[in-house]
């Protein structure tokens, strides 16, 4: 049974930086896309970023590009997101997701973690 566990999630002004965790326990996360999604109140979850299988690529939803930055660590079983520059519309619980697939970087993500609050204030 696969399992995704999020952590580092927290207040913290605008401009400040925060840094999310997701532990994966059940499999290995190397040679699995894993990705971050997230959702603000009222509003859809939404796609922020992944790591392609191989971890030579990385992907970003405009709205973050060039302030987040994802990596995995492959001995820590874990990914990350390391978020700069926050603003008050990052505000939002923040997910990572993995497939059930391995060496696959499309289709759908199978397994979610329980998310982790992040609130930006202004």
């Known amino acids: 049974q696969v399992q995704l566990v999020e952590s580092g999630g927290g207040l913290v002004q605008a401009g400040g930086s925060l840094r999310l965790s997701c532990a994966a326990s059940?499999?290995?996360?190397?040679?699995?896309?894993m990705g971050w999604f997230r959702q603000a109140p009222g509003k859809e979850r939404e796609f922020v970023s992944f790591?392609?299988?191989?971890?030579?690529?990385?992907y970003y939803a405009d709205s973050v590009k060039g302030r987040f930055t994802i990596s995995r660590d492959n001995a820590k079983n874990t990914v990350y997101l390391q978020m700069n520059s926050l603003k008050p519309e990052d505000t939002a619980v923040y997910y990572c997701?993995?497939?059930?697939?391995?060496?696959?970087?499309?289709?759908?993500?199978?397994?979610w973690g329980q998310g982790t609050q992040v609130t930006v204030s202004s």
């Open positions: 059940g499999r290995s996360v190397s040679s699995y896309r």
């Open positions: 790591i392609s299988w191989s971890g030579r690529s990385t």
């Open positions: 997701a993995a497939p059930k697939a391995p060496y696959n970087d499309y289709g759908v993500y199978d397994y």
